[in-house]
């Protein structure tokens, strides 16, 4: 294997890159109620706002099927990329305001799945001093249409069969990322039903921090996730959120340990537990 592309890229490397009129592709995919008008507000300068519900899911009028943020089919998501101007070659970087543990690592790996090599997460977002100079209000020209060649996911995904299958196997693992008191089952902020997939560990993704909210170190990182899977490989490992977007962010960081990537279960919490199916609580 070739020397990894970082998936992380700090606010002194995009500084520099600004500083120095370097090409690369820009993109905003903060995702709450307030994001695009945020976006319209304030935003790095270049960025084009990319929205989480149109773009880059393909949501059901009914939940129930594939949760609340299904992946979009390969050939809807290359004519997104084509609309942002975006190349196989393109070096692009995607930031969101949750220090990169929403949207954007879910950008992250939808790109890393159609074999992009060069994309980033900004690190901490565009929160940084550093990064003042380049906040802007100014409406991004359109870019011109690209022509970007998809292929189905190249990234292992599982469905809520084999993810049923998988809690019950002793050589698979199924990780939950969600805050611990959402998996115990004490609250639900989101979906209808509290608690979790019976036989799933949590391994919140807060836990890829450092206690000042930075990502831990790739050696770090392979050290927690190697003392948590153990002998296990990647394709028995399956990993899970509230709807398939924050489990991106777990991913990430096995990637940036150094890792395998294993099964991301899309429709997660979400999917699971609007299908009458085994729920656990820890309460």
């Not at 520099?16 to 790095?44: P, W």
């Not at 975006?86 to 970087?93: C, D, F, K």
């Not at 296990?232 to 977007?245: E, L, Y």
């Amino acid at each position: 294997m070739g020397t990894r592309v970082s998936a992380l890229i700090s606010a002194q490397e995009l500084e520099l890159l600004y500083s120095q009129g370097a090409s690369f592709v820009i993109l905003d995919v903060s995702n709450h109620a307030m994001s695009r008008k945020n976006f319209e507000t304030l935003h790095l300068k270049g960025a084009h706002f990319v929205d989480v519900n149109t773009q880059l899911s393909d949501i059901k009028q009914n939940l129930a099927e594939g949760g609340r943020h299904p992946l979009p089919t390969p050939t809807f998501f290359g004519q997104t990329l084509q609309s942002l101007g975006i190349y196989p070659e393109s070096h692009v970087i995607v930031y969101d305001d949750n220090k990169g543990a929403n949207a954007a690592a879910r950008l992250w790996w939808m790109l890393k799945a159609q074999g992009h090599e060069n994309v980033q997460v900004l690190e901490g977002g565009m929160d940084s001093p550093l990064l003042d100079v380049w906040k802007v209000n100014t409406a991004t020209p359109d870019p011109s249409p690209s022509t970007y060649p998809v292929t189905d996911w190249q990234f292992p995904v599982v469905d809520m069969e084999k993810v049923e299958h998988m809690r019950k196997e002793k050589n698979s693992i199924v990780v939950d990322v969600r805050d611990a008191p959402r998996f115990r089952g004490e609250v639900e902020p989101i979906d209808l039903i509290a608690g979790h997939i019976p036989g799933a560990v949590n391994i919140p993704y807060y836990l890829n921090f450092t206690a000042d909210g930075k990502f831990k170190s790739p050696a770090e990182l392979n050290d927690m996730y190697q003392d948590s899977f153990g002998d296990i490989p990647a394709d028995k490992i399956a990993i899970h959120c509230g709807s398939g977007v924050t489990a991106c962010h777990t991913l990430l960081a096995i990637y940036q340990a150094g890792m395998e990537i294993p099964n991301l279960y899309v429709g997660s919490w979400s999917e699971w537990s609007r299908n009458d199916r085994e729920l656990a609580t820890l309460t």
